[in-house]
């Protein structure tokens, strides 16, 4: 409890803690409601999807295409004047332009989530929460390091993850300039001579194939048999195929162990174990990418008696509530899957059940009703975009007779074959018996397009049958939802 000597508390009906894509709107809902509101956030509005993951990392994205299809233009007949036709583009990156356009987009989406927040007349403090117990929270504040106690009928924990810190024996010795993580990289002001992933998840094979199309040499080293280790085999071999025919090398089941700093420059010298035995790799910068950790740790969660799993991540129920009494946790802090929408749906999800009169019509939502049809789309290009169960999880759930796979290549698709983007493949598991769609992976030209049409069959419980025998306007890439299922076996 608060001390005799300790700021007075300021009250307020609604308490969120980290401005993510559940607390923002989250916020904006409870004051729009008439409640009091107060928000608070140590880095920036508007979270971690807007500051450093989703917007700032697809700006850049879009900027590694640019460079990719400049270099393929004489592929079409269209050639840079002054380059000799019978030589690659020549490139030039402006890393400083790239930069600067991921920061404006990047300013214009917050300054947008800032408005909203204003719009409503949400208290937002900028600073450090710490419980201090289930209804009150101490805020050291940015600017001047005061403290503020707050206390709240209903707190709402939206404070996200961060990525987890290297621990490779050495990287302490090298410039710091050049250990990069997700966010970091993004503030490069140069092309990377070499840069070495450690990580072969989402977030690496985005930047290795990012920074691959902008000139750098890439190199991947992933602990696992895979690259995406949450995918089916054949896609995650068949992404594999991709990247090395971009020119990107990777090692699987291969660790790190060790690192020094370069003897001949500002680069290092990693050591690696491989399937082929230990081997050398020179570069000039290292993301590490392997994964992350909630922000968890400097909340006192203890003193709310919040409870945490091993990993730290908030427990919480189908209702998204916590050990605690009128304490909710929402987004990526409660665990994966770590998706903003999965964040944006968490909000839906309380702001239904907290702010919506019940009725015998209108049942309380929870996160249960999501579990086996959630989209993701990883932007690699092309990209890789999924939705319900993978083949393996079909196959451990159900016996082998019970379901059907169909694949097909993207190059059996008129559309990606007139655009010159036929790479990757397309699969669907289905139920032999109903005909009901139980997981579809587009590995192919906008895939999370194409993913989206099955994921509306799906929701509307429409068989693929229905999909065959539909009338797709050609060519368009949903024409190939006639074609895949030719395919089952």
């Not at 195929?241 to 090398?249: C, Q, V, W």
């Not at 509306?456 to 068989?463: I, R, S, T």
Request: aromatic content about 6%.
């Amino acid at each position: 409890m608060a001390s005799a000597t300790s700021p007075k508390a300021s009250h307020f009906q609604a308490l969120i803690i980290g401005s993510g894509q559940a607390g923002t709107p989250l916020a904006s809902a409870f004051a729009s409601a008439g409640q009091t509101t107060a928000l608070i956030d140590r880095a920036h509005i508007a979270g971690c999807c807007v500051n450093e993951g989703c917007t700032p990392t697809k700006t850049l994205i879009a900027s590694g295409r640019a460079a990719y299809l400049t270099r393929r233009g004489q592929d079409y007949g269209i050639h840079t004047k002054g380059t000799d036709k019978d030589s690659k583009n020549e490139v030039i990156v402006d890393m400083q332009r790239v930069r600067e356009r991921k920061r404006d987009i990047v300013n214009s989406f917050r300054g947008g989530s800032e408005k909203r927040l204003a719009d409503a007349a949400v208290t937002v403090l900028m600073g450090n929460a710490s419980f201090v117990d289930s209804k009150t929270v101490k805020v050291v504040m940015n600017d001047d390091g005061s403290e503020k106690l707050v206390t709240a009928d209903k707190i709402f924990i939206n404070v996200g993850e961060r990525p987890a810190p290297p621990s490779l024996p050495g990287v302490e010795t090298l410039d710091p300039s050049i250990v990069l993580d997700s966010t970091s990289i993004q503030e490069l002001d140069v092309v990377p001579e070499h840069l070495v992933v450690v990580g072969g998840g989402y977030v690496g094979v985005e930047f290795a194939q990012y920074m691959r199309r902008l000139g750098a040499k890439v190199t991947i080293v992933q602990r696992g048999k895979q690259l995406l280790p949450r995918e089916d085999e054949d896609v995650a071999e068949c992404l594999r195929d991709i990247l090395a025919e971009d020119g990107i090398a990777i090692y699987l089941s291969s660790s790190t162990t060790s690192i020094t700093a370069s003897q001949r420059g500002s680069g290092f010298t990693l050591k690696l174990n491989t399937p082929s035995g230990a081997i050398e790799v020179q570069g000039s910068h290292i993301l590490f990418a392997a994964g992350r950790v909630p922000n968890t740790d400097s909340l006192n969660l203890p003193a709310a008696g919040v409870a945490i799993n091993e990993k730290g991540y908030i427990v919480t129920n189908p209702f998204l509530e916590t050990s605690t009494e009128s304490i909710y946790a929402l987004g990526d802090v409660k665990g994966p899957p770590a998706f903003t929408h999965i964040s944006y749906d968490d909000f839906r999800i309380l702001k239904s059940n907290l702010l919506v009169p019940p009725s015998p019509e209108k049942p309380l939502l929870t996160t249960a009703a999501r579990e086996d049809k959630i989209p993701y789309v990883v932007y690699t290009d092309p990209q890789l975009a999924h939705i319900g169960l993978h083949e393996a999880e079909s196959r451990a759930k159900f016996s082998d007779k019970d379901i059907k796979v169909a694949k097909m290549p993207m190059n059996y698709v008129a559309r990606a074959l007139e655009t010159d983007e036929s790479r990757g493949m397309i699969k669907a598991v289905v139920d032999a018996g109903t005909g009901r769609i139980l997981g579809f992976t587009c590995l192919g030209m906008e895939g999370g397009e194409v993913m989206a049409v099955v994921q509306m069959a799906m929701l509307g419980g429409v068989g693929y049958e229905v999909l065959r025998e539909a009338v797709w306007a050609h060519p368009s890439l949903a024409e190939s939802l006639n074609n895949l299922w030719g395919f089952l076996e």
